[in-house]
């Protein structure tokens, strides 16, 4: 069984760096594609990119100038970094495993609330 | 805004059949995901593809698919059903993952 558990900070200061990771159990996350997704309280859900164990990365357009993926196959774990942060970036962040095939995503972990708030 | 669109919220009577359709020019090439959140949980995968369920969903939960609109429909509707459902898919571009805008579905 595939579990995922994301870890970080839960309260940040506008204009900080948010740092999460991604611990994967059940799976090598040199197959298929890993991903962050975030949800702001009472909205939907958006994408925010993925990443391959190749170090290809793909980001959401809106995002892209504040968003690095990375990964450490050592640990399979991933990573998010989120720069100049602002309260807008309040939310609950997911990591998830996409099957690129299909384009879905199968397995979530329980996500993070992280808060922006001066 | 969400390159999809899903109607906000509707209702169903217990043990009756209720659609949720999401709409999007993307649906046209790409395959759609569908996911059930219920409040404090994370989205779980319910269908993906055009019509298949991950083990586990139960198969009163099943998907169509007609040009640029994908449904999801749950006959004979639970009262643990009672969700907000998500679609995603690719963009039109199909380079990029976008969701729907959610909706809510209440079991009376």
């Known amino acids: 069984q595939v579990q995922l558990q994301e870890s970080g900070p839960g309260l940040l200061k506008p204009p900080e760096t948010l740092s999460l990771t991604c611990s994967v159990s059940?799976?090598?996350?040199?197959?298929?594609?890993w991903s962050w997704i975030r949800q702001p309280p009472g909205k939907g859900l958006e994408w925010l990119g993925h990443?391959?164990?190749?170090?290809?990365?793909n980001y959401n357009s809106s995002l892209k100038s504040r968003t690095t993926l990375s990964m450490d196959t050592s640990k399979n774990q991933f990573s998010l970094k989120m720069t100049s942060l602002s309260v807008a970036d309040t939310a609950v962040y997911y990591c998830?495993?996409?099957?690129?095939?299909?384009?879905?995503?199968?397995?979530w972990g329980p996500g993070v609330m992280v808060t922006v708030s001066s | 805004s969400s390159e999809l669109t899903q109607d906000p919220a509707v209702s169903v009577a217990l043990g009756q059949t209720v659609r949720i359709t999401c709409q999007g020019d993307?649906?046209?090439?790409?395959?759609t995901g569908w996911y059930q959140q219920k409040p404090g949980q994370a989205p779980l995968l319910v269908l993906y593809?055009?019509?298949n369920r991950p083990a586990g969903i139960p198969d009163r939960f099943s998907g169509s698919s007609s040009g640029d609109t994908a449904s999801l429909i749950i006959t004979g509707a639970q009262a643990e059903d009672e969700a907000d459902y998500y679609c995603?898919?690719?963009?039109?571009?199909?380079?990029?993952?976008?969701f729907g805008p959610g909706t809510a579905v209440t079991v009376l």
């Open positions: 593809g055009y019509n």
């Open positions: 995603n898919s690719r963009d039109t571009s199909g380079t990029h993952y976008v």
């Open positions: 998830a495993r996409l099957v690129s095939s299909y384009g879905y995503f199968d397995y």
């Open positions: 990443i391959y164990s190749s170090g290809t990365t």
């Open positions: 993307s649906l046209r090439t790409y395959y």
């Open positions: 059940g799976d090598s996350i040199k197959t298929f594609l």
